[in-house]
């Protein structure tokens, strides 16, 4: 288990491969766009075919089918323009964002999550931590279960507030949340950041 000096103390650095993350990247600005697009146009489908039902039908066409096809229509349509604004928001972030061989940080104050999307990365002490679980060595994925009644606002933890980093939060069966994320080619066996995971927390945590 390799570990590195950085500003006084002492951490273990877990890496992916840049190639395959710049390679991620270019593929969802070429199709998240795409399936943006793809729900305007459906949008538009569904207000041209009303439109046509309503001038076929005349004044004898009810109000209550209008609703009923004019719903999804909205819907679609709400839900383009948040894909567009998502969009918008991650080319921001990569224009000023380079990308890093870092997935995750761990040191003695906590684990720091690097999730590509995101400005920032995700802070997390120990007592906020729960368990681990690392699955994959290519394509990796990396869940961390949080401690009951840690939040955003939990004192020491930070970056979860951001939307990247919200959207990847899922309630488990317990009731407690998760934070859900990918690592693309990682390069540590797990069995070594099971290791760094366990001496950083002082045996509280490893990869389950």
Request: with cysteine.
């Amino acid at each position: 288990m390799i570990m590195h000096e950085g500003q006084g103390h002492q951490e273990y650095i877990v890496t992916s491969d840049p190639e395959a993350v710049a390679r991620v990247r270019a593929s969802l600005l070429r199709t998240l766009p795409v399936a943006a697009w793809a729900g305007v146009a459906s949008a538009v489908v569904i207000v041209s075919a009303v439109a046509l039902v309503l001038f076929a039908l005349g004044h004898s066409a009810s109000r209550l089918w209008v609703l009923v096809f004019a719903w999804p229509a909205a819907f679609l349509g709400y839900d383009a323009r948040r894909r567009f604004a998502d969009i918008r928001r991650l080319k921001r972030t990569w224009a000023a964002k380079e990308v890093s061989p870092v997935a995750m940080r761990l040191s003695a104050e906590g684990l720091r999550c690097a999730i590509d999307s995101a400005p920032e990365p995700v802070f997390l002490p120990w007592s906020a931590i729960a368990q681990v679980r690392v699955t994959g060595q290519g394509l990796s994925t990396v869940r961390v279960d949080l401690a009951p009644g840690v939040s955003a606002t939990t004192p020491g933890v930070s970056g979860l507030e951001q939307p990247e980093a919200r959207m990847r939060m899922r309630r488990t069966w317990n009731g407690g949340m998760r934070l859900r994320f990918t690592v693309y080619a990682l390069r540590q066996p797990i069995s070594e950041i099971d290791q760094a995971l366990g001496h950083f927390s002082n045996g509280r945590i490893g990869i389950r």
